[in-house]
């Protein structure tokens, strides 16, 4: 069987054409043209046994934070100790008009200069979870491409982006120093999940950032025992998640957020989690994509289609309940 014209290019190509290579196969990704879905298909399957060993890591955090400068500053860090960076930078899109400005990569320009790092801004086109359909996907081609660390940088939108924690090794949210009280900065839906959390632009205020971290360390520890079962506090064995300070723009603290990153790495590794996170996310995304299926599968259907305008109008006008018309328009499929 032949095999896909991008395969070579991204798994064994020279730098140009495997940074080239790598556009053309997320653009393909993304496209909604069906016959571009089945060659997308096709790519990923041969792509597979290229992937997996990269490490995933996701970037949270509150509109203001400093993500891409944090990201920025960690990508040149690590390009200094040898290793190639890939960043899938997730920008909201419009509700209105469904643009997105796609501005992350003017945001890292110096990181976007540097050989060893692939930036790639995808528009979250309204998906929630804070990142873009297509980002495991997107994912899979920075591994193939060799690339050892892939950054997802979520949107910031809050308590609803913790499906970036669905696709990452590790899951990391940015706080800023004065976030508030404790209660309005510990957003207990994403903070649960966070294996790490870091006190950004702590350089303004030091004693502001000092008190963020107690009180974040604190309540992580509470959050430890009614919270996330991954972070286990009676286990040993198992990964408890810390609380750093770093000033990125400063580029202060960048080495320390790496030993711990490569601490957590190394534990979940022996302790057999991170090959059960993968699993777990492998089958969640298929789950997910069969569920996307069935509701465009559901929307085609032509008996449906007759339907829907009048069950629209009927709830819209109180005329019927909306629970009804969703039971109606799935008899008219089944029927």
């Not at 006190?199 to 959050?223: C, H, P």
């Amino acid at each position: 069987m032949t095999s896909h014209p991008l395969l070579e290019a991204i798994t064994r190509g020279a730098p140009l054409v495997r940074r080239r290579a790598m556009a053309k196969a997320i653009t393909l990704l993304e496209s909604t043209r069906p016959d571009h879905r089945a060659q997308a298909d096709a790519l990923l399957t041969e792509l597979l046994p290229h992937t997996g060993r990269a490490l995933r890591l996701g970037i949270s955090g509150v509109p203001g934070v400093g993500k891409s400068t944090f990201i920025e500053a960690l990508g040149i860090y690590l390009i200094g100790q040898g290793l190639k960076v890939a960043v899938l930078a997730i920008d909201p899109s419009s509700s209105v008009s469904g643009g997105s400005i796609l501005g992350d990569k003017t945001r890292m320009e110096r990181l976007s200069m540097q050989e060893n790092a692939y930036i790639r801004p995808s528009p979250s086109g309204g998906t929630l979870g804070g990142v873009a359909e297509k980002t495991r996907e997107s994912l899979l081609v920075c591994e193939a491409a060799g690339y050892d660390v892939v950054i997802v940088e979520t949107v910031g939108v809050g308590q609803s982006e913790t499906a970036v924690h669905g696709m990452t090794d590790m899951f990391c949210v940015l706080q800023l120093p004065n976030a508030g009280d404790d209660l309005q900065a510990i957003k207990k839906g994403v903070m649960e999940l966070a294996d790490l959390v870091v006190i950004n632009k702590a350089d303004i205020d030091a004693a502001a950032a000092t008190r963020a971290q107690a009180q974040i360390t604190s309540s992580l520890r509470l959050l430890g025992f009614h919270g996330n079962p991954e972070h286990d506090p009676h286990n040993a064995a198992q990964w408890r998640p810390r609380v750093i300070q770093t000033s990125a723009l400063q580029h202060q603290g960048m080495e320390d957020f790496w030993a711990v990153v490569c601490e957590f790495r190394q534990m979940q590794t022996a302790n057999g989690r991170l090959a059960a996170r993968r699993e777990k996310q492998a089958l969640a995304w298929m789950w997910e994509r069969i569920d996307f299926g069935l509701k465009q599968a559901f929307r085609a259907h032509p008996q449906v289609r007759a339907l829907l305008p009048q069950m629209q109008a009927d709830v819209a006008a109180g005329r019927i309940a909306a629970s009804t018309a969703a039971r109606n328009l799935l008899a008219a499929q089944s029927g």
